[in-house]
T-cell receptor
């Protein structure tokens, strides 16, 4: 069974204080790992897809990296508008088109 | 449309009532997904359509849940005889392609239908 564990559950940062969110996964053949951002009352918004260990992707203050067992979402010099819940999901070769999500990390960036 | 559209956005149902939730995917998107998200949790897969074919319904929690996409575009998730544990946000998502994942096959989510069963 595919499993995704995200840590920490919640993270409070000061504006400009860089940090990383962790996503550990267990999957029988990774097809893709996804990062989404979710604001309160909204649906998940796509950020990145990573396919293989060693891959990195960047978008503004966010950088996602992938190893064989985990992914990190690095946030550099965050701003209050980066406050949201960040969700990690995996898709396995054996699980068709379904995504298995973690429970998310709730990020708060204080001005 | 510009994004995935869901209706109603909010629904309060009395226990035992039937409800129907509608999803309008992005125009031309082949794949359509339904997910259920309980408060404070990540989304959980319910079912997947490729055009009008329901290829995976393994996540539907009981036979009270039924989904259809008869013409390969709009989809409806129906919940019969609702129970309190059905209270959640129901998210619809769509993607352009199907089958093998490729770099352009991003999965886009709607804003969800919030169901409260009282």
């Amino acid at each position: 069974e595919d499993q995704v564990t995200q840590s920490p559950e919640a993270l409070r940062l000061q504006e400009g204080e860089s940090s990383s969110l962790n996503c550990s996964y267990t999957v029988s053949g990774l097809r893709g790992l996804f990062w989404y951002r979710q604001d309160p009352g909204k649906g998940p918004e796509f950020l990145f897809t990573l396919y293989s260990a060693g891959e990195e992707k960047e978008k503004e203050r966010l950088k996602a990296t992938l190893t064989k067992k985990e992914s990190f979402l690095h946030i550099t010099a965050p701003k209050p508008e980066d406050s949201a819940t960040y969700l990690c999901a995996v898709q396995a070769w054996t699980s068709g088109s379904r995504l298995t999500f973690g429970e998310g990390t709730q990020l708060t960036v204080n001005p | 449309g510009a994004g995935v559209s869901q209706s109603p956005r909010y629904k309060v149902a009395k226990r035992g009532q039937d409800v129907a939730l509608r999803c309008d995917p992005i125009s031309g998107h082949v794949s359509l997904f339904w997910y259920q998200q309980a408060l404070g949790q990540g989304p959980e897969f319910l079912t997947y359509f490729q055009n009008e074919a329901q290829l995976d319904k393994s996540g539907l929690p009981s036979d009270r849940f039924f989904a259809e996409r008869p013409e390969g575009s709009v989809s409806t998730l129906k919940i019969q005889r609702t129970q309190q544990e059905d209270s959640a946000v129901y998210l619809c998502a769509s993607s352009l392609g199907a089958g093998v994942l490729y770099s352009g096959n991003t999965i886009y989510f709607g804003e969800g239908s919030w169901l409260t069963v009282v």
